[in-house]
T-cell receptor, first 112, second 113 residues
Framework: KNQVEQSPQSLIILEGKNCTLQ??????????LRWYKQDTGRGPVSLTI?????NTKSNGRYTATLDADTKQSSLHITASQLSDSASYIC???????????FGRGTSLIVHP | ETGVTQTPRHLVMGMTNKKSLKCEQH?????MYWYKQSAKKPLELMFV???????ENNSVPSRFSPECPNSSHLFLHLHTLQPEDSALYLC????????????FGPGTRLTVL
């Protein structure tokens, strides 16, 4: 069964600090992995997409990594800002499938 | 949020009511999706439409009935819902389907009494 597990479930950090969110998956065959940011009361917004051959991809202060051998991904946030407070969702798609597998998300709170 | 809009933003309905959710995308995309987001659960894909044709029904109960009159509009008709159907219903669109980035609307918060 395809599964995506995210950790931690929630995280509180101080503004300016860095943090790393984890995503482990068992989706097969692997096609791509996305990280989404979902602000409260809004729909998810795509941050990065990674395919099998990509190890690292950055989008501003967000850097995603992918280890296809261990089926793990991480999202690193540098110099956090209050606006980073949101839910971060890892989504993995298997080859040729319309139906992606979503993680439950990590709820990040950045305090001033 | 002018890319994908959803109405209403909030809806409260009884189990015997009939209501509809509306989604409109202004991005010129060909594919549209309905998702259900329940508290403490992962997003669940419900339906996929590509060029107005339904290409995926992810085992959704018949009390949810989608309609896609054109590639810019998507509806979700609701009837005889259950309290466990209370959730955030999200609409999304993408240029293609499998690998293209999906753009989400703000969602409709549905409460079934």
């Amino acid at each position: 069964k395809n599964q995506v597990e995210q950790s931690p479930q929630s995280l509180i950090i101080l503004e300016g600090k860095n943090c790393t969110l984890q995503c482990n998956y068992t989706v097969s065959p692997f096609s791509n992995l996305r990280w989404y940011k979902q602000d409260t009361g809004r729909g998810p917004v795509s941050l990065t997409i990674m395919t099998f051959s990509e190890n690292t991809k950055s989008n501003g202060r967000y850097t995603a990594t992918l280890d296809a051998d261990t089926k793990q991904s991480s999202l690193h946030i540098t110099a956090s800002q209050l606006s980073d407070s949101a839910s971060y969702i890892c989504v993995v798609r298997s080859g040729g499938s319309y139906i992606p597998t979503f993680g439950r998300g990590t709820s990040l709170i950045v305090h001033p | 949020e002018t890319g994908v809009t959803q109405t209403p933003r909030h809806l409260v309905m009884g189990m015997t009511n009939k209501k509809s959710l509306k989604c409109e995308q202004h991005l010129g995309h060909n594919a549209m999706y309905w998702y259900k987001q329940s508290a403490k659960k992962p997003l669940e894909l419900m339906f996929v439409y590509n060029f107005k044709e339904q290409t995926e029904n992810n085992s959704v109960p018949s009390r949810f009935s989608p309609e896609c009159p054109n590639s810019s509009h998507l509806f979700l008709h609701l009837h005889t819902l259950q309290p466990e159907d209370s959730a955030l219903y999200l609409c999304a669109s993408s240029q293609g389907t499998v690998t293209d980035t999906q753009y989400f609307g703000p969602g409709t918060r549905l409460t079934v009494l």
